[in-house]
């Protein structure tokens, strides 16, 4: 017995399936648009899979899967009355997949109607620019954390990687936003004593143990939370945000040197300026002065090949 599952698949085998084979028999080149079609098809069959990842409809996707299984074998075995209660079921189709899957289609459809294209096919933001937004997290973090007098030590790596570092603390690979590093320093939380670090656009651990500049021209007053961000700061490239539990301040550790007592607008400009700017200039730059030599190679290998047959020409002439 055939199943329908909302649609006519007999109809569907004829119309599309045949179709497809009669017209690559008459024209090859619709094999192009096979292709797109298929990809197409996949495509929105994974973006779909990958918004339902997670939430309950993937339990629901295994048992219509276990429901289409089980009709299909009872039809093979001749298991009428079970076959005609499990095809009943099965022929209530698309008006059951709606139902069921009413929250993930809306929300696909809300992401649709307010332009989040990207975020529905599952494309990721420029990095630059999701880089810039975690900053700004930071920076509401660090506001919050000084106006509390709460002592705060946020790790942000750069070109070096601070793995060693990472691996002393607790793994997070949490998203950035200001409310979890609130709340990681937190007093008398499991995880408010050591430094949390972010890494690609993740807070990659919390508690982290960092170690300890010894310099003697370092001021005296000051505690281990600043040297411990002056230390790391000149074993690698990281920049360092520091909250003085003491007084509130706010500093950063940059290539061994404290820079203290920093207002929001220039700890933003400060950050932005390190982490974001320099480094996707330079890293454009490099990519610009890669393609030019490509480019000039290409002219030189052209030149050469066309002396080249001209040598040939005038030898066999």
């Known amino acids: 017995m055939v199943i329908n599952l909302g649609m006519n698949w007999e109809n569907f085998y004829k119309d599309n399936i045949l179709e497809y084979i009669r017209t690559l028999q008459e024209n090859p080149f619709q ?12 495509f929105l069959v994974y973006s ?26 009872s039809g093979l075995l001749n ?17 059951a997949i709606i139902v069921i899957f009413q929250p993930e ?48 030590l ?25 409310q979890l590093l609130v709340n990681i320093f937190e007093p008398k939380t499991p995880l408010h004593d050591g430094a949390v670090v972010i890494s690609g656009n993740k807070i990659a651990a919390s508690a982290c143990v960092l170690p300890l500049a010894d310099d003697k021209d370092i001021a005296k007053e000051l505690g281990t939370r600043h040297r411990a961000a002056i230390g790391i700061s000149k074993e690698s490239d ?17 290539d061994g040197t404290l820079i203290a007592d920093l207002r929001e607008d ?3 400009k400060i950050l932005i300026s390190n982490v974001v700017t320099k480094r996707f200039t330079v890293e454009k730059k490099k990519r610009e002065n890669k393609v030019k030599e490509l480019k000039e190679k290409i002219k030189k290998d052209k030149k050469k090949l066309k002396n080249e ?9």
């Not at 309950?56 to 295994?62: G, M, S």
């Not at 990281?238 to 940059?254: H, N, P, R």
């Not at 001209?310 to 002439?317: I, L, P, T, V, Y």
């Open 31 to 42: 094999l192009i648009t096979l292709i797109i079609d298929i990809t197409i098809v996949i």
């Open 48 to 73: 779909f899979l990958k918004i339902v990842k997670g939430s309950r409809a993937i339990q629901l996707i295994k048992g219509i899967l276990l429901l289409v299984i089980a009709t299909g074998v």
């Open 79 to 95: 298991l009428k009355i079970l076959n005609w209660i499990l095809t009943g079921i099965m022929n209530l189709g698309v008006i």
């Open 105 to 152: 289609l809306r929300r696909a459809l809300e992401q649709l109607g307010t332009n989040k294209l990207t975020q529905f096919f599952g494309i990721d933001k420029d990095v630059s620019t999701k880089t810039k937004e975690d900053i700004y997290k930071i920076v509401i973090a660090a506001t919050e954390l000084s106006k509390s007098k709460t002592g705060a």
């Open 154 to 178: 946020i790790v942000i790596e750069r070109d070096i990687k601070i793995q060693d570092i990472i691996a002393t603390g607790i793994p997070m690979n949490a998203d950035v936003s200001p």
């Open 238 to 254: 990281s920049i360092v945000v520091v909250v003085s539990e003491e007084t509130g301040k706010i500093s950063i550790a940059k």
């Open 266 to 268: 220039v700890l933003k």
């Open 309 to 317: 047959e001209n040598k040939e020409e005038q030898k066999e002439d």
